[in-house]
């Protein structure tokens, strides 16, 4: 368990820089707002669902860390218990 919680922590770990999904957001925000320029016509705002997907990427990163904590403790306390002296009758 100590092990596999280290796996999963290391495997949840950000890396850094911006990943494929958060591009291709850029991109496509870059594309909409070159149309809207470039068009004389003015349309209404969308809506902004970016802080939807950011409360989940936090929340996702809360639960991962949490996940991550309860499996290192288990597998401490199973380390340790296998230290403990049983009694041989």
Do not use: C
Not at 33 to 61: E, F, N, W, Y
């Amino acid at each position: 368990m100590l092990i596999v919680g280290f796996v999963v922590y290391f495997w949840t770990t950000p890396q850094k820089g911006m990943s494929a999904n958060e591009l291709a957001q850029k991109n496509l925000q870059r594309m909409e707002a070159s149309v809207q320029g470039a068009s004389s016509i003015k349309q209404k705002a969308k809506p902004d669902p970016s802080h939807i997907a950011k409360a989940l990427k936090t929340t996702r990163a809360q639960q991962m860390r949490y996940l991550t904590i309860i499996a290192m403790l288990l597998g401490i306390g199973f380390l340790l218990y296998s230290f403990v002296a049983k009694k041989e009758e």
